[in-house]
């Protein structure tokens, strides 16, 4: 149970950090973090709990794999809201660089509101 709850903290984590304004590169590699962090973890910390040998770099692999397809999910679902909250917001005027800002186009000097 616990790597399900990890996967979608990871989905929680690429969305929450992208719905912030962070950029979607540095927001699924923080993401992609999170369940090799867990894996050393629970190789590392936890008691040994059994037998064989070590699985480690492909638990790594595999994990880390699940929590980069994790993340990506979280940051495209937060891509398509931000889509939507700018075309509400703004209308469907293409506005990239002056989203948020409160510099005009034409006069590039910032308005006294």
Known sequence: MPPFIDLGSAFI?????????MRKLTAWLLSCCVM?????FCEFILPYRG????????AIFGGGSLGAISGGLGIAIASILLK???????????RKFFLDS????????????
């Open 84 to 94: 939507i909250y700018r075309k509400n917001r703004y209308g469907d005027k293409p």
């Open 102 to 113: 409160k510099i005009t186009p034409k006069s590039r000097h910032r308005l006294n509101t």
């Open 13 to 21: 984590i690429a969305l929450v950090l992208r719905l912030c304004g």
């Open 51 to 58: 037998g064989g040998a070590s699985m480690l770099p492909i």
């Open 36 to 40: 090799p962090i867990y894996i050393l």
